[in-house]
């Protein structure tokens, strides 16, 4: 087996500093799957994949430079799935396509083929079409934007299928290798609800790989409504056309308006928050603006707190227009436009469902315990419609995700391998393991 006892202890601690802030206390599996993966793992197949994989190092650095250099910015992901998809076919997938929202799918048959497991990673990054992607690397580092998230993901997926084929491992039920699109920002989670806009059609478990480390398993869904805000007018110049209703003002009571009722809702209850991350608008300083706009952020961890702050947000709005019509002295009145952009469902994953199950015991065999958490992530789509789903890090060390300076660290990155290949061959079942 490749794990190295010497190494756990720092690993332990490596991931413990990278959990998100949701996770919670550690957790263990039951005696039950505990068993499953000790003798998943001391299976001479598994061994000898994990072997390959510890060969296969420098492939994967290779592989994850290669990707990261193809742009994917949100809703422009076509080249880096075209690239994907060769790989898959190139790595031995039985068949490959692309589906209708772009979401990349290589098909591996298992034995029977009487479930479907998804195993996905997202192709999109955060990053627009001007910022350089080229990679520098130092050592063992990796400096690009989009390097970790979630190119590093691709790649696990990619590995897998690889030493799956390399080392011979069949499994009784089918698996879906999928770059996913539109997992971040204002893409909504829209691969992922493509491939569930029928849950009966959709994968029967989905393994995502995202985030850092190894301990963090992301097991319940953090739920967001996002709104791109926009108050309009005729506009004019500041002086001689003063008195007409001012867009830019009437944003800015709404901002405050907003601010004043989440701030006493978001203080107690179900952790909820809210955001205005983006404003805009106006042509100059001595123009009154035809138009004004903003883009706001709001997440809860209940739904129910979600809808209410939803609500609160939409008053303010309407309160704000209302304030600033009530002081024109000329012109026509503002008008307010709300149009919904996001919406990701939220949910609570069931903590005894075998696949959870296994997403710890399969950890446990690398010496780290897991730890649940809650995030946003495209396992939010599976876990809101009570599928079973876990996000699984991509190992290694990320620094700096979602912003120019990322970087990527292949501290033991193949040990992340290796244990997304174990959870994978376990919720799939090994094809001819005796129990």
């Known amino acids: ?5 010497s190494f756990a202890p720092f690993l332990a601690l490596l991931c413990l500093a990278m959990t998100p802030p949701a996770a919670t206390a550690q957790e263990r599996a039951s005696a ?3 068993e499953e993966a000790r003798r998943l793992a001391d299976n001479p197949l598994i061994r000898d994949a994990f072997r390959i994989v510890e060969e296969l190092d420098d492939w994967a650095l290779e592989l994850l430079i290669e990707l990261t250099e193809i742009p994917a910015p949100p809703f422009m992901e076509e080249e880096r799935g075209r690239r994907f998809a060769e790989l898959l076919i190139e790595l031995g997938a039985d068949s490959v ?3 209708a929202e772009g979401n990349v799918i290589g098909l591996r048959r298992g034995r029977t083929g009487a479930r479907t497991i998804g195993f996905g990673g997202h192709l999109d990054t955060v990053f627009p079409e001007i910022i350089d992607v080229t990679v520098e690397q130092r050592g063992d580092t990796l400096f690009a934007p989009g390097v970790g998230d979630d190119t590093r993901g691709l ?4 590995a897998v299928l690889r030493v799956m084929e390399e080392a011979g491992i069949e499994t009784e039920d089918d698996i879906h290798f999928v770059g996913v699109v539109g997992e971040e920002g204002l893409g909504d989670l829209r691969g992922m609800k493509h491939i569930y806009r029928e849950p009966e059609s959709g994968p029967d478990a989905w393994i995502e790989v995202d985030g850092g480390g190894l301990a963090g398993l992301v097991v319940d869904g953090l739920g967001s409504v996002r709104y791109r805000v926009v108050f309009q007018g005729p506009g004019g110049h500041s002086w001689g056309a003063f008195g007409l209703a001012n867009p830019a003002h009437a944003l800015g009571r709404a901002i405050r308006r907003f601010q004043d009722a989440a701030d006493a809702l978001t203080r107690s209850g179900p952790r909820t928050s809210y955001n205005v991350g983006r404003i805009g608008g106006g042509t100059s300083v001595n123009a009154i603006p035809f138009q004004s706009w903003m883009e706001v952020d709001m997440r809860s961890v209940s739904p129910e707190s979600l809808a209410r ?7 303010a709005m309407d309160g704000a227009l209302a304030e600033e019509n009530a002081l024109r002295r000329d012109g026509p009145p503002l008008t307010v436009e709300k149009n919904r952009i996001g919406d990701r469902p939220s ?4 903590r005894e469902l075998p696949l959870i199950q296994r ?3 399969t950890t446990a065999v690398f010496g780290v315990q897991g730890e649940f958490g809650r995030s946003s992530t495209d396992s939010n789509v599976p876990i809101a419609l009570g599928i079973p789903a876990v996000t699984i890090g991509r190992g290694g060390i990320g620094v700096g995700a979602h912003s120019p300076g990322e970087r990527w660290v292949n501290v033991d990155g193949h040990l992340a391998i290796q244990r997304a290949l174990l959870l994978v061959v376990a919720e799939a079942g090994l094809g001819g393991m005796i129990p």
């Open 155 to 158: 790649v696990v997926l990619l």
């Open 97 to 99: 396509w692309t589906d």
């Open 309 to 315: 702050i939803e609500a609160v947000f939409l008053e």
């Open 1 to 5: 087996m490749s794990v190295r006892a």
């Open 347 to 350: 949910g609570n994953g069931d």
């Open 359 to 361: 997403a710890l015991a």
């Open 32 to 34: 039950e799957f505990e």
